[in-house]
Nanobody, 124 residues
Framework: QVQLVESGGGLVQAGGSLRLSCAAS????????MAWFRQAPGKGREFVGG????????YYADSVKGRFTISRDNAKNTVYLQMNNLKPEDTGVYYC?????????????????WGQGTQVTVSS
């Protein structure tokens, strides 16, 4: 089992930045692939970005490439999502997810472990 707790969400103006954190506990963190998903009001959850267990590979949705950066600190059992140049369309609940393995998936069904989510609101 892996327990995930997100933090760092909030209200920010367009063009601003936020950094989300996800603290993991339970199973050996370094053996898990981590990802962030988000859910806008009235929409399904969509993949934002993912990072391999070693941190050597990262993947991003086209909508956030060049603006968001995902990283991890295995010594602290924490994964981060640095979000820059935020846009109103980035508004939503952001979820941290984890799966055991080396492949970064982009589908919600590939991730059995989920945090409770943290709200990000970007005003125009």
């Amino acid at each position: 089992q892996v327990q995930l707790v997100e933090s760092g969400g909030g209200l920010v103006q367009a063009g601003g930045s936020l950094r989300l954190s996800c603290a993991a506990s339970g199973r050996t963190f370094s053996m898990t692939t981590m990802a962030w998903f988000r859910q806008a009001p009235g929409k399904g959850r969509e993949f934002v970005g993912g990072i391999s267990w070693s941190g050597g590979s990262t993947y991003y949705a086209d909508s956030v490439k060049g603006r968001f950066t995902i990283s991890r600190d295995n010594a602290k059992n924490t994964v981060y999502l640095q979000m820059n140049n935020l846009k109103p369309e980035d508004t939503g609940v952001y979820y941290c997810t984890a799966r055991v393995g080396t492949v970064v998936g982009t589908e919600t069904t590939q991730y059995p472990y989920w945090g409770q989510g943290t709200q990000v609101t970007v005003s125009s």
